[in-house]
């Protein structure tokens, strides 16, 4: 919120127009910015009994534009690419979604069995099943007496 000063300020007001170029620029960059962190796509993370659920906003995607690894036993890493659409017969004013190759990875609190990990896409959403592998599942250890 700007003070009464900074609004009669024109070096203020310089420096609001800056950061707002500022802005545009590094919003272009898309996924990965500057600093190569990506927040796309949005990721819902859950674990019940013995699976770890994760779920990926991955709207106007095919299931041909979307890869999915497993590495490591606890690194989960989702790959793709948004494709950008042509406006037909007429040219952008604006283009605020972002386009191109996308890359998230996630460390999973556990290792998971690769073998056992189910995907499925369903109305834009990504639903990932993963299960614990066995050496990550509690034993129970028997006591003996001596």
Excluded: C
């Excluded at 990506?38 to 819902?44: E, H, M, R, T, V």
């Excluded at 770890?52 to 036993?73: M, N």
């Excluded at 790959?79 to 990875?105: D, I």
């Excluded at 299960?131 to 034993?139: G, M, N, Y």
């Amino acid at each position: 919120m700007r003070s009464r000063w900074q609004a009669f300020n024109p070096v203020w007001d310089q420096l609001h127009q800056l950061q707002e170029e500022m802005n545009r620029l590094f919003d272009r960059w898309g996924n990965g910015g500057v600093f190569g962190t990506s927040s796309f796509p949005s990721l819902n993370v859950w674990e019940a009994g013995e699976q770890v659920h994760v779920e990926a906003e991955l709207p106007g995607l095919d299931l041909k534009d979307v890869e999915i690894y497993v590495s490591g036993g606890n690194q989960l890493t989702i790959k793709g690419e948004r494709k950008a659409p042509s406006p037909e017969k007429g040219v952008w004013h604006r283009q605020e979604r972002t386009f191109g190759p996308f890359s998230r990875s996630l460390t999973l609190p556990f290792p998971v069995d690769a073998d056992k990990v189910d995907a499925r896409l369903e109305n834009g959403v990504l639903h990932i099943r993963l299960t614990k592998h066995e050496s990550a599942r509690p034993r129970k250890i028997p006591v003996k007496a001596e």
